[in-house]
């Protein structure tokens, strides 16, 4: 069915089919706060202030050279909340009240860790096995004091191991009322992995997602490494955003940071926000 809208004084015949899709991404922009690390550590105000003018009103990461407090009023003075930080592997496992305290000052309800120490370039079965028992001892205690860990995956997980891969092990062997996860969808990719299907296979273990888009005919590895050039705006790389939205949006993920790792920021954060807009579903 079709039927005329009138704007500005015109008519237009319209599709009904047209008139009645409802936007894929529904939620608020979100940006990951390594994006900016450029200008952030320098200019923290005017950073946050060009954040603000993108559209941008929720941030994952702090600024370390100011403290949590004039942080935290920085952002609140623009619409900007923090609802998730990171925290190193080592200050996770042995000083997670240090990491809850300042998760409280900024009111984050999230705390993600997004890399495991490990040895010449090779993510190994012990790495794994002591992550998962570091993992389930320090979400313990974020858990008691009422925040949610998220380990952010970074693609050199995908070692194989038995029937699946370490990813698979870390996922299967940590508590679910300890820990979960957070997708970085360009990792996930750049590892082998296919974030959709993750995303269906592990369901509520996944609570946070990066979204970024991988430059076409990149070439992968298991190193958790690749040139940050090869981040390129949503929807001209490789990854299949759409399936990945409509997967997350199912299992009830409400968390979405864009992350642009490249030089080009500028142009390439607005257009990424435009391809989120226009998707429909």
Known sequence: MSRFITFIGISFLVSETIIAQKSLYTFPFGIEA???????PTSPAKTLDTIKMMGFTEIEGIERNISPQEYKKLCSERGINIPAIGADYEELVQHPDSVVH???????????????PHHDGVFTFEDAKKAVADFNKAGKILKDNGIIFCYHAHGYEFQPYQQGTLLDYIIQNTNPAWVSFEMDIFWIQFGGGNPADLLK????????VHLKDIKKGTKKDLTGNTSEENNVTLGTGEIDIPSILKQAKKIGIKHYFIEDESSNIITQLPESISFLKSLRE
Not at 34 to 40: A, E, G, M, Q, V
Request: glycine residues 6%; proline residues 0%.
């Open 201 to 208: 296979k592990y369901g509520h273990r996944w609570k946070l």
């Open 102 to 116: 300042r998760a409280k000052i900024l009111g984050s309800h999230y705390i993600m860790c997004a890399w495991i």
């Open 34 to 40: 390594y994006t900016f690390r450029r200008s952030l």
